[in-house]
């Protein structure tokens, strides 16, 4: 039950057309080397990106990219993040479902990554401040209502970049 409700807003957006599949930023299937995850999730957790922020698809799709690289540069499979989330309002297709990211030690086997694109560290709360609300403060207030997944915050012991 506790997995429906996130399930039910992802269904709701990619019938929106609001998941924006990973084949339009990224032309690189996922590697087979990136574990699959078999069975229901525990949790859902969200992070930024400590990048810049993207405003249009042109800028998301550029951002990812880079994230990317800069995922693969530091030894990861491919991209950390399940799904992005954009400044566009849309959401941006990462490993998608089923796959284990890397963004959080320890949770990454029983968890989705979701990661708002931009710089939220002197930020409190949900990214409110996204020119497009509809990704931003919607998202993070069904997260945190009763009958939801547990969330966890996530930052790396001595760092300040999630990226």
Known sequence: MKLQVPLLLFGLALAAGQIVPRSSWCPVPISPRVPRIHGPVRYIIIHHTVTAPCFNPH????ALQQ?????LRRKFRDIGYNFLIGGDGRIYEGLGFGFRGE???????QSIG?????????ASGCPQSYPNSRAASPGCSQLHSPGTLPNKGHRLPGSSSAE
């Open 114 to 122: 979701i990661a708002f694109i931009g710089n939220f560290q002197n």
């Open 67 to 71: 994230i990317r690289n800069g995922h």
């Open 103 to 109: 963004h959080a030690p320890n949770y990454n086997s």
């Open 59 to 62: 800028q998301c799709r550029m």
